[in-house]
């Protein structure tokens, strides 16, 4: 059921329309391709057929609330779509995010939070419910398609599932001892952190130390050979328990690494996840406190980083195949469904 990715990145120019900012990127570029990309490698035929359909045809434009006509694209390459909820302005600026109350202990079920009826888990059921409908235009697909990309991607970055007023570790300063390695920019706050510097650090570190990898490989090759790792590593009967549960599950689990201790995004007092010892939450007008990432954290949640794609990959695919396969049932390693 593993397929080479068409044209992988033959479009990977394309990424610069999505500028820099200080807003949360889950993952960052890299982080969101790998995803994508193992996502692509597991889809049955059939779905590959489709999404291939969706992917290389010319769109006409798309109207979005608020700002009027995008511009006609045509995509070539599934993960590198995958980057379009990331292009400014975005479209869903709401559905980046799980933000729940910091009284909260556990995530029970699909619901957003009243106070934040947008979230993550809206917005990938919302555009799982049109890339199912053939009613719908091709453009509302394409773009609900390369959306749920992002979405899966979201939830499995810990701090996307997390609270409002320090922006999910954006309002956390750090003080980097460690060392991410790698190109991306250094990180100067803990969602940083978690978006590019663990990945950095661990997965994409092993990529760049393969005897073959300098020699015969461009950069932006990495996630194509970080892909590669992931599936070496993972048995049809560990794609089969990944696959298991639904979406607000998969950010229940995030949410558990989020109030974790050892994460340091947070203090527990009395059931509640306050922002420090001293400050329930970050006013606007409040100091921000500073977090040490030494080389030790960074070893410890490496592998921590490194699973969670792993698992937004394999679970990307099993929602795409059963949106776009009327056969399939469950993951199966030469792409057949049983009859």
Request: hydrophobic share 35%; with cysteine.
């Amino acid at each position: 059921m593993r397929f080479l990715p068409i044209l992988l990145f033959a479009c990977l120019s394309f990424i610069g329309i999505f500028g820099s900012s200080g807003e949360a990127k889950a993952w960052g570029k890299f982080g969101h391709l790998t995803v994508c990309d193992l996502a692509y490698r597991n889809l049955t035929p059939a779905s590959r057929i489709a999404l291939n359909d969706l992917l290389q045809s010319r769109t006409g434009g798309i109207n979005v609330p608020g700002q009027g006509r995008l511009p006609d694209r045509h995509y070539t390459s599934f993960n590198v779509g995958c980057l379009e909820e990331d292009a400014l302005p975005r479209r869903h600026p709401e559905d980046h995010f799980l933000n729940l109350d910091r009284g909260l202990s556990a995530i029970s079920g699909a619901s957003c939070p009243a106070a934040t009826p947008d979230c993550i888990l809206s917005g990938l059921q919302r555009d799982l419910d049109t890339l199912r409908d053939p009613q719908r235009s091709r453009a509302d697909r394409v773009f609900a398609l390369m959306a749920i990309g992002h979405w899966v991607g979201d939830i499995h970055q810990p701090l996307h599932v997390s609270f409002a007023d320090d922006r999910g570790g954006n309002g956390i300063d750090i003080r980097l001892t460690g060392r991410c390695g790698g190109e991306s920019p250094r990180p100067d706050n803990l969602h940083g952190v978690w978006d590019n510097c663990l990945l950095e650090a661990g997965l994409f570190e092993k990529v760049r130390r393969r005897a073959d990898f300098r020699s015969s490989w461009s950069r932006n090759t990495i996630t194509y050979r970080a892909v590669d790792t992931l599936l070496a590593n993972t048995s049809l009967a560990d794609e089969r328990a990944l696959v298991s549960g639904d979406p607000w599950q998969w950010a229940a689990d995030s949410y558990l690494i989020t109030r974790a201790p050892e994460t340091r995004y947070c203090t527990v007092q009395d059931g509640v996840c306050r922002y420090s010892p001293d400050a329930a939450v970050l006013t606007r007008n409040g100091t921000k406190r500073e977090q040490l990432v030494d080389a030790t954290y960074l070893a410890r949640f490496a592998p921590v980083a490194e699973e969670q794609v792993r698992r937004a990959g394999f679970r990307l695919a099993h929602l795409l195949n059963l949106a776009l396969d009327p056969a399939y049932r469950e993951p199966m390693r030469d792409g057949t469904q049983p009859g």
